[in-house]
Nanobody, 126 residues
Framework: QVQLVESGGGLVQAGGSLRLSCAASGRTFSPYAMGWFRQAPGKEREFVATIIWTGGITSYADSVKGRFTISRDNAKITVYLQLNSLKSEDTAVYYC???????????????????WGQGTQVTVSS
């Protein structure tokens, strides 16, 4: 059973930066992709970014493109999300997700992911 544990959230002023980490355990093979999603109070969970493990190809939501960067560490089986130029509207619980099943493209629908972390809170003060 794959387990994902996020860390790195916190309180930051607008314009600041944070780096989120997601460490995976319990896996015996590389995932197809890992992604980050977020959910603000009263809103649905939304796609933030994803990385296809083999090759490191990435995709971002338009709202974070140019500000956030997703990356991975193959040896540590860890995925990161660097959040720069943070805005108040970035405030949310950020979730790490893994798609273990093979795929053929980017996936931004949460239903396409198999495992989820518990989430880490990011709060941006204006």
């Amino acid at each position: 059973q794959v387990q994902l544990v996020e860390s790195g959230g916190g309180l930051v002023q607008a314009g600041g930066s944070l780096r989120l980490s997601c460490a995976a355990s319990g896996r015996t093979f590389s995932p197809y992709a890992m992604g980050w999603f977020r959910q603000a109070p009263g809103k649905e969970r939304e796609f933030v970014a994803t990385i296809i493990w083999t090759g490191g190809i990435t995709s971002y939501a338009d709202s974070v493109k140019g500000r956030f960067t997703i990356s991975r560490d193959n040896a540590k089986i860890t995925v990161y999300l660097q959040l720069n130029s943070l805005k108040s509207e970035d405030t949310a619980v950020y979730y790490c997700a893994e798609r273990s099943r093979w795929g053929s493209r980017y996936y931004s629908n949460p239903n396409e992911y198999d495992y989820w972390g518990q989430g880490t809170q990011v709060t941006v003060s204006s």
